[in-house]
């Protein structure tokens, strides 16, 4: 499989290995009988009970991002509430607002205790879909980190001097802007399916199951899937970076189906390896990550340290699956960078390292106050 990836990559230079990787497996499961139908039903579930929330949330988030306000210039001006603003920038879904802050350390706009606030606020792109399947969670998980930010910034701040790295502020372009063939009429005939997508989620988030079969056809897993299948396509043929699609400034129906595509290929990544892996253990492999106990939390704040959106993305689904307790959801979200975390290392590497390392103290402490003192109320 890796050889075969390697050889379209080279027929199809602007596709990026992993992409490839990753949807040769895609191609294999579909290929064999006993996961066919799973990976169908998976790739169905997650159109209707991710895509068509996250979508809409991600529409509606942008939609409220288009205003005159300059962010960059006010933080500037107001270097002394720089935690705040930080913290502000790092808890907006996605990682836009901590790629800004992580381009205004270059610059010593804002301080090493500022970036560290972002890093420990953000969650990533992993928060549009917390936000659209748990609402109620997101409502006690994002504020929390959003304070427990402001409190280990100006924690940071006092020990400023002893902590922060040194660093010559040097000008480095993160990505060289990449040119997206990806045919227009694949988003033209997604933003057609997002639309029914959008009205199956709604019922199923109800808990109303429905379906139309017509001659032995069930048209919602076909609508479904065929959009779960556009998302992957979207998502492979598009050569821009994840990191490029996060920090996207122009507010288009283009980039905002980009991002949900991009979330939407991980999060069927994370319902194929639930229902594959309880296909093959008989359906008793995620009751035995209860044995884990006091673990759990820890072992999710350790994935938060690596890079990317995808990997969160994967425990937010363990959470939303109820394989995880809040306690380890809190952890992941306090300690994740998301892809922030790139061009940060690009940036200063010393800096990023330092920083996310320490961001998994609070995570620590918050999480494990949470699982021993809160979750057994």
Same mark, same amino acid.
């Given at each position: 499989?890796?050889?075969l990836?390697?050889?379209?990559?080279?027929?199809?230079?602007?596709?990026?290995?992993?992409?490839?990787?990753?949807?040769?497996?895609?191609?294999?499961?579909?290929? %064999?009988?006993a996961?066919?139908?799973?990976?169908?039903?998976?790739?169905?579930?997650?159109?209707?009970?991710? +895509?068509?929330?996250?979508?809409?949330?991600?529409?509606?988030?942008?939609?409220?991002?288009?205003?005159?306000?300059?962010?960059?210039?006010?933080?500037?001006?107001?270097?002394?509430?720089?935690?705040?603003?930080?913290?502000?920038?790092? %808890?907006?879904?996605?990682?836009?607002?901590?790629?800004?802050?992580?381009?205004?350390?270059?610059?010593?706009?804002i301080?090493?205790?500022?970036?560290? +606030?972002?890093?420990?606020? +953000?969650?990533?792109?992993?928060?549009?879909?917390?936000i659209?399947?748990?609402?109620?969670?997101?409502?006690?998980?994002?504020?929390?980190?959003?304070?427990?930010?402001?409190?280990?910034?100006?924690?940071?701040?006092?020990?400023?001097?002893?902590?922060?790295?040194?660093?010559?502020?040097?000008?480095?372009?993160?990505?060289?802007?990449?040119v997206?063939?990806?045919?227009?009429?694949?988003?033209?005939?997604?933003?057609?399916?997002?639309?029914?997508?959008?009205?199956?989620?709604?019922?199923?988030?109800?808990?109303?199951?429905?379906?139309?079969?017509?001659?032995?056809?069930?048209?919602?897993?076909?609508?479904?899937?065929? #959009?779960a299948?556009? /998302?992957?396509? %979207?998502?492979?043929?598009?050569?821009?970076?994840?990191?490029?699609?996060?920090?996207?400034?122009?507010?288009t129906?283009?980039?905002?189906?980009?991002?949900?595509?991009?979330?939407?290929?991980?999060?069927?990544?994370?319902?194929?390896?639930?229902?594959?892996?309880?296909?093959?253990?008989?359906? /008793?492999?995620?009751?035995?990550?209860?044995?884990?106990?006091?673990?759990?939390p820890?072992v999710?704040?350790?994935?938060?340290?690596?890079?990317?959106?995808?990997?969160?993305?994967?425990?937010?689904t363990?959470?939303?699956?109820?394989?995880?307790?809040?306690?380890?959801?809190? #952890?992941?979200?306090? /300690?994740?960078? #998301?892809?922030?975390?790139?061009?940060?290392?690009?940036?200063?590497p010393?800096a990023?390292?330092?920083?996310?390392?320490?961001?998994?103290?609070?995570?620590?402490?918050?999480?494990?106050?949470w699982?021993?003192?809160?979750?057994?109320?």
């Amino acid at each position: 499989m890796v050889e075969l990836a390697f050889k379209l990559a080279k027929i199809f230079p602007s596709l990026r290995l992993a992409k490839i990787i990753l949807f040769l497996i895609f191609v294999g499961l579909f290929s %064999i009988q006993a996961t066919r139908d799973i990976f169908i039903q998976s790739a169905s579930n997650a159109f209707i009970s991710v +895509t068509s929330f996250v979508a809409v949330t991600i529409f509606l988030f942008h939609f409220l991002q288009k205003t005159s306000f300059d962010l960059q210039t006010f933080l500037h001006r107001h270097k002394k509430f720089d935690i705040l603003i930080a913290a502000f920038l790092g %808890i907006l879904p996605g990682c836009g607002g901590a790629i800004m802050v992580m381009t205004l350390y270059v610059k010593k706009a804002i301080s090493f205790s500022a970036v560290l +606030t972002t890093l420990v606020a +953000t969650m990533g792109d992993a928060a549009f879909l917390l936000i659209a399947a748990k609402p109620k969670a997101a409502l006690i998980i994002l504020p929390l980190a959003y304070v427990v930010a402001i409190v280990t910034g100006y924690i940071a701040k006092i020990f400023e001097k002893s902590i922060a790295p040194e660093f010559t502020p040097r000008t480095i372009s993160i990505e060289e802007n990449t040119v997206n063939n990806t045919p227009k009429f694949f988003y033209y005939l997604w933003m057609i399916l997002i639309i029914p997508g959008i009205i199956f989620g709604i019922y199923n988030a109800f808990g109303q199951s429905l379906s139309f079969i017509v001659s032995g056809y069930d048209i919602v897993t076909i609508i479904s899937f065929a #959009g779960a299948l556009l /998302s992957v396509f %979207i998502w492979l043929f598009n050569p821009t970076s994840d990191v490029q699609i996060a920090e996207c400034k122009e507010k288009t129906a283009i980039s905002v189906t980009d991002l949900t595509c991009f979330v939407t290929a991980w999060v069927i990544v994370a319902f194929l390896t639930f229902d594959v892996i309880n296909y093959f253990t008989g359906g /008793s492999m995620f009751e035995r990550i209860s044995f884990l106990g006091p673990l759990v939390p820890l072992v999710a704040i350790l994935v938060g340290f690596i890079p990317g959106c995808g990997p969160q993305i994967l425990i937010t689904t363990l959470y939303i699956g109820g394989h995880i307790p809040m306690a380890a959801q809190i #952890g992941n979200a306090i /300690s994740n960078d #998301g892809d922030a975390l790139f061009p940060a290392i690009v940036i200063s590497p010393k800096a990023a390292i330092l920083a996310t390392l320490y961001s998994g103290i609070p995570a620590v402490i918050v999480s494990y106050a949470w699982y021993y003192l809160v979750s057994k109320f």
